[in-house]
């Protein structure tokens, strides 16, 4: 792998994480907000679902940000968004001006080509794992 596409990956994770901090961030600081704007949009259990969707964005952004256990954090930030434009964008086109799935879109397309490449050698899992298969190679 060169050191341009670990830069590259390393670049990704910072943007798409600290994206999703802020939006965290902003749902976990007034959960119940949060929570009524969930059932508003008719999310299943909606007090449920604002937790579930916080603590994903959250945990997920910091995981991405280092580069910790970043296939799982990928997959869970992915899902996330497959799940918010369906439930609350998808019905007004793609555009984010107009409510559209834009941003969901582009969070989670981002989420999950991170959660097939991996985090590069610039991340926590590249440190971990790599000291883990020297070890046991051995």
């Given at each position: 792998m060169s050191i341009i596409k670990d830069l590259g990956l390393l670049i990704a994770r910072l943007l798409l994480g600290t994206i999703l901090i802020a939006h965290g961030w902003q749902k976990a600081s007034?959960?119940?907000a949060a929570q009524a704007m969930?059932?508003?949009?008719?999310?299943?259990?909606?007090?449920?679902?604002?937790?579930?969707?916080a603590a994903i964005e959250l945990g997920g952004g910091i995981a991405l940000i280092l580069g910790l256990l970043t296939p799982l954090a990928g997959a869970l930030v992915f899902l996330?968004?497959?799940?918010?434009?369906?439930?609350?964008?998808?019905?007004?086109?793609?555009?984010?001006?107009?409510?559209?799935?834009?941003?969901?879109?582009?969070?989670?397309?981002?989420?999950?080509?991170?959660?097939?490449?991996?985090?590069?050698?610039?991340?926590?899992d590249?440190?971990?794992?790599?000291?883990?298969s020297a070890s046991a190679a051995a």
């Open positions: 007034d959960i119940g969930f059932e508003g949009m008719d999310a299943p259990l909606p007090n449920i679902s604002a937790i579930i969707a996330n968004m497959l799940g918010a434009a369906l439930i609350a964008h998808v019905g007004n086109g793609i555009l984010a001006s107009d409510g559209g799935w834009e941003l969901p879109g582009a969070i989670g397309a981002c989420a999950l080509a991170l959660a097939v490449a991996g985090p590069g050698r610039i991340a926590a590249a440190f971990l794992f790599r000291s883990r």
